[in-house]
């Protein structure tokens, strides 16, 4: 007889949604983190009434009614939409790529002359079919947009130029040719008041959780305390790398609390130039409409990724889909370990697109 039904590695979004429904199965679970906290990449911490998104900007945003009305029963959302804005050396855009962004670069007003401004340099590219992401971002809004927001800060946030990226990185940012700014096209956004770490904190009540303990560290004691493990942390590392390591891009984030009560009058100020080291600066406050007097902000710095790093985002270009491949197929081979989330799926997952995932995985195995 073992102590648990389940072993749930990690108490991120994915573990923490699996191990509400088990329990509310009458399965009894452990949750383990490396981490001090739980929550994973949402959690957010309170700084002088502030909730500041410890691991970068979290915007709740979704079409799928389902997935909304599930993460409605643990909080309520503001009506915040992400307007990011994006800087150039002193110049200023909106973003996404929308008729604000194309009147600020041209002068254009009307759709029709933006449309022929891009048409117009997309001919002088001469791209037939975009074969990297510099073809794709010219392809999609020119040269003139991709040398100022593009080049700059897609270098940074992937260590690569353009041309050796893939075209999906880019294809998820919309263009429009509205004056609308609204960062996403999915029909429920907003943030949760008072925070994310309230709906972790309510689907793990009553569940034992250990924190600061490591899978690996641990691993012959916890592969023998449950019946059933549900892993969420890199699958590479759960094989000991036996095809090779799979590649991650991190990010190192530098929060400071300032003594003015607005710092940059938006939540998301990108910078664009390569020469900035940093992508964004993030001003927590802006997220919940906040009104207190001081405020903290986060400049969000990308950085190469080293075994031991956190590994925020999946490299997911070919030569790395294809070694998870080889992975994925041990994965389906086993009966006792279930691979979840970011990590252990290997992709680079919104919100959204993890519940969705973790409910797929709670009805086939539960
Ligand atoms: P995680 O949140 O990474 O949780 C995994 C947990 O497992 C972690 O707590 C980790 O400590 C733990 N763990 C790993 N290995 C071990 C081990 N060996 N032993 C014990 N514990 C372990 N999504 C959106 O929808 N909107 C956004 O605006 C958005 N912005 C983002 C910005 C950034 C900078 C990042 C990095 C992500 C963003 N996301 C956003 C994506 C979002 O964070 C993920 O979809 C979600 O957090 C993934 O949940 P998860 O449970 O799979 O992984
Ligand atoms: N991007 C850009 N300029 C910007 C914002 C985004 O070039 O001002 C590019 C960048 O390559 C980024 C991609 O668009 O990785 C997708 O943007 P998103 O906001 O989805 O970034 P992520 O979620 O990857 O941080």
């Given at each position: 007889m073992k102590t648990y039904d389940y072993l749930i590695v990690g108490s991120g979004l994915f573990g923490s949604i699996f191990a509400y429904e088990a329990n509310k199965r009458g399965k009894k679970c452990l949750v383990i983190d490396k981490r001090n906290h739980i929550g994973g990449n949402i959690y957010t911490e309170e700084i002088e009434g502030i909730q500041v998104h410890k691991y970068g900007a979290h915007i709740f945003h979704t079409s799928n009614?389902?997935?909304?009305?599930?993460?409605?029963?643990?909080?309520?959302?503001?009506?915040?939409?992400?307007?990011?804005?994006?800087?150039?050396?002193?110049?200023?855009?909106?973003?996404?790529?929308n008729m604000n962004t194309f009147h600020k670069m041209w002068g254009v007003i009307t759709p029709q002359e933006a449309k022929e401004k891009i048409q117009k340099q997309i001919q002088e590219a001469q791209i037939d079919q975009p074969k990297n992401?510099?073809?794709?971002?010219?392809?999609?809004?020119?040269?003139?947009?991709?040398?100022?927001?593009?080049?700059?800060?897609?270098?940074?946030?992937?260590?690569?130029?353009?041309?050796?990226?893939?075209?999906?990185?880019?294809?998820?940012?919309?263009?429009?040719?509205?004056?609308?700014?609204?960062?996403?096209?999915?029909l429920y956004q907003g943030i949760p008041i008072?925070?994310?770490?309230?709906?972790?904190e309510k689907m793990l009540d009553g569940i034992d959780v250990r924190l600061n303990c490591d899978f690996f560290d641990n691993r012959e004691e916890l592969e023998n305390i449950a019946n059933k493990i549900v892993f969420t942390g890199m699958i590479d590392q759960y094989y000991n790398y036996c095809f090779g390591e799979l590649e991650y891009r991190s990010l190192r984030f530098e929060t400071e609390l300032l003594n003015t009560?607005?710092?940059?009058?938006?939540?998301?100020?990108?910078?664009?130039?390569?020469?900035?080291?940093?992508?964004?600066?993030?001003?927590?406050?802006?997220?919940?409409?906040?009104?207190?007097?001081?405020?903290?902000?986060?400049?969000?710095?990308?950085t190469t990724w080293e075994k031991g790093d956190e590994p925020y985002y999946p490299m997911n270009d070919e030569k790395n889909n294809m070694l998870y491949q080889k992975y994925q197929e041990l994965a389906h081979k086993?009966?006792?370990?279930?691979?979840?989330?970011?990590?252990?799926?290997?992709?680079?997952?919104?919100?959204?697109?993890?519940?969705?995932?973790?409910?797929?995985?709670?009805?086939?195995?539960?």
């Open positions: 009614k389902l997935v909304w009305d599930y993460i409605q029963q643990f909080v309520e959302f503001n009506r915040y939409t992400n307007s990011p804005i994006a800087k150039y050396k002193d110049e200023v855009y909106n973003m996404p790529f992401l510099e073809e794709q971002a010219i392809s999609m809004v020119g040269k003139d947009i991709y040398e100022k927001l593009i080049k700059g800060y897609t270098g940074k946030q992937w260590g690569k130029p353009c041309t050796e990226l893939p075209t999906f990185i880019i294809k998820r940012l919309p263009v429009r040719f509205t004056y609308d700014n609204n960062y996403f096209n999915d008072g925070g994310y770490t309230q709906i972790i009560d607005n710092y940059q009058g938006n939540a998301v100020v990108n910078y664009n130039e390569y020469e900035i080291p940093y992508t964004r600066i993030i001003e927590h406050k802006h997220f919940e409409y906040g009104t207190q007097p001081q405020t903290v902000i986060t400049r969000e710095y990308p086993e009966d006792k370990v279930i691979f979840g989330g970011r990590l252990g799926m290997y992709k680079y997952f919104d919100m959204h697109h993890i519940i969705a995932e973790a409910l797929k995985c709670v009805e086939e195995n539960l």
